[in-house]
């Protein structure tokens, strides 16, 4: 029985992205024109050929656009529905939990979906009219420089805000769902520690498809697609609501 008021908070990551079939970026999946992720994904990639980063770009861009959230996305919007307080910390750069409808979504690693200015820092949205064949550098439209995405990359660090956002969330949180992260990147690594530390009344669940290295910090692991374990859980939690 999980109080009406509880304050839940959600960790994401690429397991469930994974799920409305955006890849992983890891092994086999993470190649694309024989190169390799590690290799497109840096600021040095962008500053030798931003052609080319950005043709990765355009073809992720046309992926995602052609996937749907799936049934753990609407999981965690059905429980916004029911009035929990809900706010979930993602490591995924698409926009599938606000297709999804869920309202609070901190990007941790940034928003594929945004561009920002090299020069001027302007912030701006993909134009949905976008021809994703025909991949070009854009431009920016208030000084004229190149717009990078507006991810974090290899060798970057993260919004200092974002991440203290999340910290202060974490700290006054009754629940926390770890849903399809492997735990291995900071400061994801660390969420589970920040949130006990102030608060040890947390409890915390994990859902992946194998234990992980956060499997030791929650009261319960749950395995299995998380596609098909996390509504359950929530339907569990709704019913007795
Ligand atoms: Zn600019």
Redesign the pocket.
Known sequence: MIPSEARITIISGSGISKASGIPTFRGKDGLWKNYDFMELATPKAFRTNPQLVWEWYYWRLGLISQTNPNKAHLALKSLEDAEYDIVILTQNVDNLHERAGSSRVYHLHGEIYKRR?I??N?VSYWDASADFENPIVPK?T??D?MLRPSVVWFNETLDPNIVEKSYSRLQETDLLLIVGTSGLVYPVANFPFIAKQENRQIEIIEFNIESTPLSSMANKTVLGPVEDTLPKFVFEIIKDS
């Open positions: 200015c020069q001027c302007d920016c208030k000084c420089s």
